[in-house]
Nanobody, 121 residues
Framework: VQLQAFGGGLVQAGGSLRLSCAASGRTLRNYAVAWFRQAPGLERELVAA????????YYADSVKGRFTISRVNAWNTVYLQMNNLKPEDTAVYYCAADKTIATIPGEYAYWGQGTQVTVSS
């Protein structure tokens, strides 16, 4: 399955962005999907994840209450709504897919190309 992440940009602190992860080549319906982010000099970290059915989600403590992951399987797309953004949210955001949710990047077989999110103070 090919993934494409888009929707990043430059936003002021307190603002919002919605990232999209669109799949092609194979339906995303059977896969759990996660959003990771990587800031310069830091390791890639899990931000949020959602099961294939959408009935279970995971959030990193740093984004709980601010970010929401959702999916529309009919559209082969997963979203990450990011509200009340902070400068420390600045990173390249990647979507990834595999059969089940995992916290380690190496557990995901499919990756999108990444989209830059920059939050100014």
């Amino acid at each position: 399955v090919q993934l494409q992440a888009f929707g990043g940009g430059l936003v002021q602190a307190g603002g919002s962005l919605r990232l999209s992860c669109a799949a092609s080549g194979r339906t995303l319906r059977n896969y759990a999907v996660a959003w990771f982010r990587q800031a310069p000099g830091l390791e890639r970290e899990l931000v949020a994840a959602i099961t294939w059915s959408g009935d279970s989600t995971y959030y990193a403590d740093s984004v709980k209450g601010r970010f929401t992951i959702s999916r529309v399987n009919a559209w082969n797309t997963v979203y990450l709504q990011m509200n009340n953004l902070k400068p420390e949210d600045t990173a390249v955001y990647y979507c990834a897919a595999d059969k089940t949710i995992a916290t380690i990047p190496g557990e995901y077989a499919y990756w999108g190309q990444g989209t830059q999110v920059t939050v100014s103070s």
